[in-house]
């Protein structure tokens, strides 16, 4: 047993001359040419849940039409206009509001699944292992598979309302945008740069989820656990939000400036709030992928 026990410690902990002129590494191996973003990029793309989950996003704006074409005329709006009242004023209003109803969850789940699945789950195959001994570095294989999972975290982000900005313009034509709560009427080619900005700020303030579920994938063989740890911050943050008693301290939260891109979209855009956002998303963001880093280059692999 104890020869077997090495024996995985050894693979795990990769060898210690690679990439070495005279290190004894084999000829023509060269650390900077395994596991190729291609490589990586085509095997998470052959995985189901891959495929499940973009089918999930690009189907959702379709059935948000669908229901509000077979409840038009149902709804009773109130004195103030909210975004889901406007929601068939046009195919911008129709984005805006498919976006605020998926950002506070399934985008979560959406980027805590690519970057909370990635390297839990080759421990949880026993596979990741046999790729340090291929020998693939460590950091360059967190590196690479970092890049590719948030290359497919923005892909969920980004598709998702640009289906509903599709599917809005077919099924409500291309208006003007109107304001939720006062129901002043904006340009659209003014509001679709806005609308750019408000993409993007989206998937920066996803930055969080993504790290966190990452240094859990690196921490645990476990994909669901580092997944549903990920998603438990969003939902211990959003509870922590609601205490009105912590004050200015809740704008440290990670959740706090998530609906922040609402003001961009303002008559007079206001970005303050979403500069905010993305200071405190980048810097969580960046301490946790840091520790997930520190993390596996001292786990000691036998799975």
Not at 124 to 129: E, G, H, P, Q
Not at 137 to 160: F, T
Request: net charge positive; with cysteine.
């Amino acid at each position: 047993m104890s020869d077997v026990h090495g024996s995985g410690t050894a693979l795990a902990r990769g060898p210690a001359n690679a990439g070495s002129p005279d290190g004894g590494s084999a000829a023509g191996y060269l650390p900077g040419r395994t596991l190729p973003l291609a490589v990586e990029i085509v095997r998470q793309f052959k995985r189901r849940r891959t495929l499940a989950m973009f089918g999930l996003l690009l189907v959702l704006p379709w059935v948000l039409v669908i229901a509000f074409t077979l409840g038009a005329g149902s709804g009773q709006p109130g004195a103030t206009l909210r975004i889901s009242d406007l929601a068939t004023e046009g195919g911008l209003n129709f984005a805006a509001f498919a976006l605020s109803v998926s950002v506070g969850f399934l985008l979560v789940v959406a980027v805590a699944l690519f970057c909370g699945d990635t390297v839990a789950s080759e421990a949880s195959w026993s596979s990741l292992r046999y790729l340090l001994a291929a020998p693939i570095p460590r950091d360059r294989l967190l590196r690479q598979k970092l890049i590719v999972a948030m290359g497919y975290s923005a892909a969920a982000v980004i598709c998702l309302p640009l289906m509903a900005l599709l599917a809005g313009t077919l099924a409500f034509g291309w208006n003007d945008v109107r304001v939720p709560g006062t129901g002043e009427t904006i340009a659209a080619l003014d509001v679709l740069p806005r609308f750019g900005i408000v993409i993007l700020y989206a998937l920066v303030s996803q930055f969080v989820v993504a790290a966190l579920a990452f240094l859990l994938s690196v921490s645990t063989d476990s994909p669901l656990g580092a997944v549903g740890g990920a998603v438990g911050l969003v939902i211990v943050s959003n509870i922590l939000q609601a205490v009105e008693a912590l004050g200015s301290l809740r704008e440290f939260l990670p959740t706090f400036w998530n609906t922040a891109w609402l003001d961009a979209l303002a008559p007079q855009p206001d970005y303050g709030g979403m500069v905010k956002g993305v200071a405190v998303s980048v810097t969580y963001s960046a301490v946790l992928v840091a520790f997930a880093f520190r993390r596996f280059r001292r786990r000691d692999v036998v799975s």
